[in-house]
Every structure is written in structure tokens, then in C-alpha cells.
């Protein structure tokens, strides 16, 4: 067991590594330096252009409207026609033929229906022409003409919620305490003073 020392750290009881240990994870640094990413910015390569698959549909129609009707026939057209390909999507932005897409534009003026004059200026509602400031004091509503609802008068007792009362039934009689047959001549040796008014 290690004692205390007054004044000094306790020793250490555990192997512990050398002083020059340094403790914590190793921090990897990155081969390219902040100076290098500045300075040089790499750009995402675009993919290449996707090519078309081949209409089969439409390469066999065209080999029937040369007169190719046999099979090897249109075998032969279609291995000597190989660029009878679907269309590439074209975007709303660019034609077919790489031109800029103008849509015209159907109206030049506002859209929307026209808002007529206003009956009253907008400047009469900013300055609250409209309110009413005469019941300024009046909080609350006026319920004096309210009309009170009629209520039924209370239910009759019955006989059964009479039986059922309480308040009706007279007080219990007290029972006088169990004392046993021999002990009942026997004085008590406790003199407890009666209650005031008893």
C-alpha cells in the first residue's frame, strides 16, 4: 500500500510508459496543404454522352419498306443500317439541332383580374374612420337582455330515497364495553375524571 505524502503526488502503483510517451490518437495529416488547395481547384470530369440504343422496331420497318421480306434479308439490313437508333431526349432549353428554345409568350401584359377603384381610400382605413370609439369604457357585453332560462323544480323524495337516507334513521345506541363474567365486580385501579358536562 502506497502512503500519503504531506505536500507531494502519491507514486504511482501501475507500469506507466517512459516521459517522452506522448498520449492521444495519431492525427493523420493530409498530404495536400491548405497553400495547394487554393491554389489549385479540381473539377468534376462530366460524364460522357450516353448513345442511343439501337430501334430494332423501326430498323424492320424500314427493311420491309426496302423489300427485304426474309429473314436474312433483314438481317443483312439491319447489320448494314446499324445507326438506326432512338432519339435522345431533348431538353426544353435546346432544339434538336443545339439552338436556343424561344417559347412565345402568349401575353406580354399583367395577368390576373383587374382590381376595381376601392369604395373607400386605403388612407380612411389607416387612420380607423370606421371605429366607433363611443363604447370605449364598455367592456364587457350586456347580458341584462339575456332571457334567464326557466329551471324544473327539484325531484320529490321517494320512499326508497327516503329509506336510503341517513338524516332519517335514529342515532345508534352505544354499546357498553365487553368485560368478562369474573371481572365485572372488580374496581378499576384507574380513576379517570369524567368529562366536563358529562
Same mark, same amino acid.
Not at 350586456?142 to 325531484?155: G, I, N, S, T
Given at each position: 500500500m502506497v502512503?500519503?505524502?504531506? &505536500?507531494?503526488?502519491?507514486?504511482?502503483? !501501475? %507500469?506507466?510508459?517512459? %516521459?517522452?510517451?506522448? !498520449? &492521444?490518437?495519431?492525427?493523420?495529416?493530409?498530404?495536400?496543404g491548405a497553400g495547394q488547395v487554393i491554389s489549385q481547384w479540381n473539377v468534376s470530369k462530366p460524364s460522357q454522352a450516353k448513345?442511343?440504343?439501337?430501334?430494332?422496331?423501326?430498323?424492320?420497318?424500314?427493311?420491309?419498306?426496302? &423489300?427485304?421480306?426474309?429473314?436474312?434479308?433483314?438481317?443483312e439490313f439491319a447489320q448494314t443500317h446499324p445507326d438506326i437508333r432512338f432519339k435522345?431526349?431533348?431538353?426544353?432549353?435546346?432544339?434538336?439541332d443545339g439552338t436556343k428554345y424561344k417559347e412565345k409568350v402568349p401575353?406580354?401584359?399583367? /395577368? &390576373?383580374?383587374?382590381?376595381?377603384?376601392?369604395?373607400?381610400?386605403?388612407?380612411h382605413l389607416i387612420e380607423a374612420r370606421f371605429t366607433d370609439y363611443s363604447a370605449?369604457?364598455? %367592456? /364587457?357585453?350586456?347580458?341584462?337582455?339575456?332571457?334567464?332560462?326557466?329551471?324544473?323544480?327539484?325531484?320529490?323524495?321517494?320512499r326508497a330515497s327516503a329509506g336510503h337516507n341517513v338524516r332519517n334513521k335514529p342515532p345508534p345506541t352505544p354499546e357498553s364495553a365487553f368485560v368478562m363474567h369474573?371481572?365485572?365486580d372488580v374496581a378499576g385501579r384507574l380513576h379517570v375524571p369524567a368529562a366536563p358536562g358529562a
Open positions: 502512503k500519503d505524502t504531506v &505536500g507531494k503526488v502519491r507514486s504511482s502503483t !501501475y %507500469d506507466l510508459p517512459p %516521459d517522452a510517451f506522448v !498520449y &492521444g490518437s495519431v492525427v493523420r495529416r493530409d498530404p495536400e448513345t442511343s440504343d439501337r430501334n430494332l422496331i423501326k430498323t424492320n420497318v424500314l427493311a420491309i419498306q426496302s &423489300g427485304n421480306l426474309s429473314a436474312k434479308e433483314m438481317r435522345a431526349p431533348t431538353s426544353k432549353l435546346r432544339n434538336e401575353f406580354s401584359g399583367p /395577368y &390576373g383580374i383587374g382590381s376595381g377603384k376601392a369604395e373607400c381610400p386605403l388612407s370605449v369604457d364598455k %367592456d /364587457y357585453p350586456d347580458v341584462q337582455v339575456l332571457k334567464k332560462r326557466l329551471k324544473l323544480p327539484p325531484a320529490r323524495e321517494t369474573r371481572f365485572r
